[in-house]
């Protein structure tokens, strides 16, 4: 005989607001244990609760497809998931680009 438990897979999206992922956190443990899980598992940003969302934010979207228009999207992305090292430098110079715009000083003399 085997023993078995139940786990669920938490998914939301943790902010740095301490209270409001403590509040989500515990409704989606009480739906998972009302359905029977044993262990509930949650993302790994749950439980930090400094602002990890201090990134700038890159839109790619027009500009891989534009590359991909230029070059054949097997130049770019093959896959449609990972880029090639001409797309990895499409990506590389456009987050550069956004992080010079919005904030120099992280880049330092960039």
Do not use: C
């Amino acid at each position: 005989m085997t023993d078995t438990f139940a786990i669920a897979v938490a998914q939301f999206a943790p902010t740095a607001d301490e209270s409001g992922n403590l509040a989500i956190m515990t409704a989606l443990i009480e739906s998972a244990v009302t359905r029977g899980a044993q262990v509930v598992v949650f993302p790994e940003y749950s439980s930090y609760f400094v602002d990890p969302f201090d990134a700038t934010l890159v839109e790619l979207h027009d500009t891989v497809t534009a590359a991909a228009a230029e070059h054949g999207a097997a130049a770019i992305v093959p896959d449609g998931v990972h880029p090639t090292p001409q797309g990895s430098a499409i990506i590389a110079d456009a987050w550069l680009a956004a992080v010079v715009s919005e904030a120099p000083e992280k880049v330092g003399s960039a």
